[in-house]
């Protein structure tokens, strides 16, 4: 993928149906100081080996005005798991603390440049980005990570600091894209980081 949301943008509208329910926009989050768009999905090792830190990183600043929005945008041609059915049942069985959306048409994994699932994009109360990249430094076994990039952003964000580091890697799988375009990937391609 050419191009990924760079810190310092501002961050792209959408209007994706969620588990809840309900149809959310941009909007909808503007009581929130701090924004939390994350690209995720049902399947990925990556994801299901980091959602209980994520979990925590967001229960741990709620209170301070931080927001996360989870977005699936993995085709369910490549992974009959990410379907929005099953968006749902994973939902309900680990009611996990954010907004679960689903894009599929995959239009805003595209104008956000999203590269892996999980893939962090941190927003301040202008909604303009202040970090992208990854969650933690071995989102897969987190018993084995040193490094926690988006406490570490929520942390000085919420105290009024600078953001020190505003760009990483995201690692895990790759999104996986509908029909064999130039951002296609086969589902093999899920262990590449």
């Known amino acids: 993928m050419a191009f990924t949301l760079q810190p310092g943008s501002r961050a792209v509208d959408f209007k994706l149906p969620a588990t809840d329910g309900n149809t959310y926009s941009l909007s909808d989050f503007d009581k929130y100081r701090y ?4 690209f995720t999905c049902n399947h990925c090792p ?3 080996g980091s959602d209980e830190i994520t979990r925590m990183t967001a229960e741990k600043y709620r209170e301070k005005g ?3 929005v989870g977005i699936n945008s993995n085709s369910e041609n490549t992974y009959s798991e990410d379907s929005f059915p099953d968006m749902v049942k994973r939902m309900e069985k680990f009611r996990f603390p954010w907004i679960y959306l689903y894009d599929k048409s995959q239009e805003v994994a595209l104008a956000y440049g999203a590269l892996k699932t999980p893939h962090f994009f941190v927003f301040n109360e202008k909604r303009i980005l202040e970090y992208t990249g990854r969650g933690v430094d071995n989102p897969r076994d987190t018993s084995k990570m040193t490094v926690n990039d988006l406490d570490r952003v929520l942390d000085e964000l919420t105290s009024g600091r600078p953001v020190s580091v505003r760009l ?4 895990g799988c790759t999104i996986k894209w509908e029909g064999k375009d130039s951002h296609w990937m086969p589902p093999e391609a899920c262990d590449l980081v």
């Open 66 to 68: 931080v927001q996360f």
């Open 168 to 171: 990483t890697n995201p690692i």
């Open 35 to 38: 924004l939390v768009i994350f």
């Open 46 to 48: 990556y994801v299901i």
